[in-house]
Structure formats: structure tokens, C-alpha cells
């Protein structure tokens, strides 16, 4: 007795198509706005200071200033989180304050936003987030933001 076998044809386009047309669409986003990849040290702190505490994180900026995005710390028991306004080896004022979110971990809060001037810092590099700590009220670790 003879068995038919069919072998189906299979085309790889289809999946490679919509693979690639995932791919685009993800980076059209990207346009809209930067992810910043921060880690934090005592050594940027001005002045600085020694500590084995660190931390690191994203922060995501839009073109219109929209910000979002959180920063976890290690070695440190912080009492406030900020990002404030300032180039490195300068402090500045606090621009946006974090929320703390979960242990060792330190939020954006929903609907923060730039305004233009802090916005076009930021390109600039002239943001930073600062860790506060009983230990070093001024800030015992900080990190630059700026678009990567």
C-alpha cells in the first residue's frame, strides 16, 4: 500500500515581513523623544563624596519636555530623590522631584514635564539626579542627564 505525503510550502516572507515591519515601527517612535541611561556615584557629587552607595536607572524625555522613568539605589538610605538643573561639577536647583516608588527605588511622578528652557538644558547636558541621604544632605550620589 503506497502513502501520499504532502509537503506543504512554506513561506518565510510573511513572518519576515511583519518582523521587519515591528522592527520599524518600534524605531518611528524614537523620533518622539530620548531614553537616558543614568548611574549614579559619589564621585559626581560636588564636592565629592566617598561612598560605596551607587545607583542607575532611565529616564525617558520627550521632544515636548514629557518626562518619565525611575532610578534604583544601592548602599544608600536616601530621603529624597530629585533632578535638578545644573552642568557637572555645578549644583542647581531641583527641577522635578522623585517619588519614592518601592525600596531603593525612586520615581518620575505621572504628567511631570519640562519647560523649553529645561528641555534645551537637558540636550546640553545641564541635568542631573541627585540622591539624598541623612549622611550627605546636599547629595551622596549623582549622574548627568543628557541624550545618548
Do not use: F
Not at 42 to 53: I, K
Amino acid at each position: 500500500m503506497n502513502k501520499m505525503i504532502t509537503i506543504k510550502k512554506v513561506s518565510l516572507w510573511a513572518p519576515l515581513s511583519w518582523a521587519l515591519a515591528t522592527l520599524l515601527s518600534g524605531c518611528a517612535g524614537m523620533g518622539a523623544g530620548t531614553g537616558t541611561q543614568v548611574s549614579l556615584y559619589g564621585a559626581q557629587e560636588v564636592p565629592p563624596v566617598s561612598t560605596s552607595a551607587y545607583g542607575s536607572g532611565t529616564i525617558m524625555i520627550g521632544d515636548d519636555g514629557s518626562i518619565s522613568g525611575s532610578i534604583t539605589t544601592t548602599g544608600v538610605a536616601p530621603h529624597a530623590a530629585h533632578i535638578h538643573m545644573g552642568n557637572a561639577g555645578k549644583n542647581g536647583p531641583v527641577i522635578v522631584p522623585l517619588k519614592k516608588t518601592s525600596d531603593n527605588v525612586w520615581s518620575v511622578p505621572p504628567g511631570a514635564k519640562l519647560t523649553t528652557a529645561q528641555y534645551e538644558r537637558y540636550k546640553a547636558y545641564g541635568l542631573y539626579v541627585n540622591v539624598h541621604s541623612p549622611a550627605h544632605k546636599g547629595g551622596e550620589i549623582r549622574g548627568q542627564l543628557g541624550p545618548q
